[in-house]
Nanobody
């Protein structure tokens, strides 16, 4: 019943910016926790940023002060604003929602940072 669809990925040069969007449909309500994760080739999926239903946020040290997670409950959308991008940010970025002790994942969007 829950579907998450990421968008906004692409190819950017180092120092550039992207804004990722994750649109939710189904039974998700405004008070659920959501997060962004990423997975680079050969690596495990890692947490990038989380936002609670109340709007509190947390970030991986590697992206702190460069990325910002936010949500628009009316649009059922969570965003990840990515600034000052580095080549090491290259990965597939996934949106996750947690509802009733279950995790729901999007299919991911590719972000490539290269000159």
């Amino acid at each position: 019943q829950v579907q998450l669809v990421e968008s906004g990925g692409g190819l950017v040069e180092p120092g550039g910016s992207l804004r990722l969007s994750c649109a939710a449909s189904g039974i998700i309500f405004s008070n659920i926790a959501m997060g962004w994760y990423r997975q680079a080739p050969g690596n495990l999926r890692e947490l990038v940023a989380r936002i609670s239903g109340g709007g509190s946020t947390s970030y991986s040290d590697s992206v702190k002060e460069r990325f910002t997670i936010s949500r628009d409950n009316a649009k059922k959308t969570v965003y990840l604003q990515m600034n000052s991008l580095k080549p090491e940010d290259t990965a597939v970025y996934y949106c996750k929602a947690t509802r009733a002790a279950r995790d729901y994942w999007g299919q991911g969007t590719q972000v490539t940072v290269s000159s």
